[in-house]
């Protein structure tokens, strides 16, 4: 009887730790589709995850019939390094882009339950022709293939969120203006995309820095009690979200409060989610055994991975020491002559080694491997990993 309690113990937290890693990752799961086995164990194990969360990150687990929706609050605003990304080609979203998102979004709140491609354009359409988007820059008008191409792009990004389904057509044809598409409207969905602490239509400052200030401020807790529960969240948010937490980017309270409690707050999240704490002089990553709880991996395969790698290794050779771009551009040349029976054929093209140094530098920033400056990159104390050391040779017939 005890080997049969043990076993349902041992099946029921790893259940537990299958629903947490995969709110992590995604933390929208809709009852349907490819996340369908992961909404059943986040439904079915929804009051442990929601009591964890609440407690240990202050985010709130949200589960109805059809959606699972982790609120996370971001433990820095300013980090520019995960933007969203075309699903197709990878690339990053630009400015328009994301104005783009967020008109789609409006103007899908005022939709009936089915839309067609070409309707909601001109609702953003209407919403781009606001004055402020224009003295701020942003243009919208359907008149160039490359806008159609960005409407596209949003349209994708809220298929692969869930906020739309497909019914007929394609983006393709719209953007060759072609033809159109039809989708229904995920209500459930749309609803949960917003999760600021507060609305924004009830803050008052104008300007960006303060408005995104406004929507994400936190209550300022009044006791020690809540001080201390709010330090709480907010390092364990930053040991989930971040790479690497580095001591030096704290503060005096968060240094204190995670010098006495950092054992007991990596056990609760290793407990948890199967996360290995790494704890170095300069900071504590939580490592993933199965890696798969992040957006950026290192090293991947192909002609970017394998330069990332290498300039990981060159710069983990100057730790610390300031490197110019432009250095790292004459490196990723030599590198890719060396190697140019591996890598992508146009890799040794004129001009190459700026593309290609670029995406390498972006994903070594994601990871916190390195700071970038004014044309310069520092490497950063995780890098130190990728330092290739001297060999040491043992003689088998040596003494001792």
């Known amino acids: 009887m005890r080997s049969l309690s043990d076993a349902l113990v041992a099946s029921r937290t790893e259940e537990q730790r299958k629903a947490a890693r995969a709110l992590l990752r995604r933390p929208l799961l809709r009852a349907s589709g490819p996340d369908a086995e992961s909404f059943v164990l986040v439904r079915r194990h929804a009051t442990v995850l929601r009591e964890w969360f609440d407690r240990n990150t202050g985010w709130r687990l949200l589960v109805d019939s059809e959606v699972a929706r982790l609120v996370k609050i971001a433990a820095d605003t300013d980090d520019h390094t995960h933007p969203a990304r075309e699903m197709r080609s990878g690339q990053p979203f630009g400015r328009r882009r994301y104005v783009l998102t967020c008109l789609a979004l409006a103007a899908l709140e005022r939709a009936d339950t089915q839309i067609t491609l070409g309707r909601l354009a001109e609702q953003v359409v209407l919403g781009a022709a606001d004055p402020e988007l224009g003295a701020a820059g942003v243009v919208f008008t359907l008149e160039h293939r490359d806008q159609r191409a960005d409407l596209a792009a949003v349209v994708r990004l809220l298929l692969d969120l869930g906020v739309l389904r497909r019914v007929a057509g394609d983006e393709d044809a719209f953007v060759k203006d072609t033809g159109d598409a039809l989708y ?147 490196q990723v040349r030599e590198l890719a002559v060396r190697h140019r029976s591996y890598w992508r054929r146009n890799a040794t093209e004129p001009g190459a080694e700026i593309a290609l140094t670029t995406a390498a530098l972006d994903r070594l920033e994601a990871l916190r491997l390195i700071r970038r400056e004014t044309g310069e990159v520092v490497g950063r104390p995780a890098l130190a990993r990728y330092q290739l050391a001297e060999p040491t040779i043992h003689d088998p017939n040596a003494g001792g």
Request: charged share 25%.
């Open 184 to 330: 229904d409207v995920e209500r459930r969905v749309l609803a949960s995309m917003l999760v600021t602490p507060r609305g924004p239509s009830t803050v008052e400052a104008s300007d960006f820095a303060g408005r995104l200030a406004a929507v994400t401020a936190e209550i300022t807790p009044s006791t020690d009690e809540l001080r201390n529960r709010m330090l709480r969240h907010r390092l364990t948010r930053r040991l989930l979200d971040d790479p690497v937490l580095y001591y030096d980017e704290l503060d005096p309270a968060e240094t204190a409060y995670l010098t006495s409690q950092r054992a007991a707050i990596t056990a609760r999240i290793t407990e948890l989610t199967g996360l290995v704490a790494e704890v170095r002089a300069e900071g504590i990553a939580m490592v993933d055994p199965s890696d798969d709880l992040t957006d950026v991996r290192m090293p991947e395969a192909g002609t970017e991975g394998h330069v990332t790698l290498l300039l990981a290794e060159y710069l983990a050779s100057r730790l610390g020491q300031p490197v110019s771009v432009g250095e790292l551009h004459r």
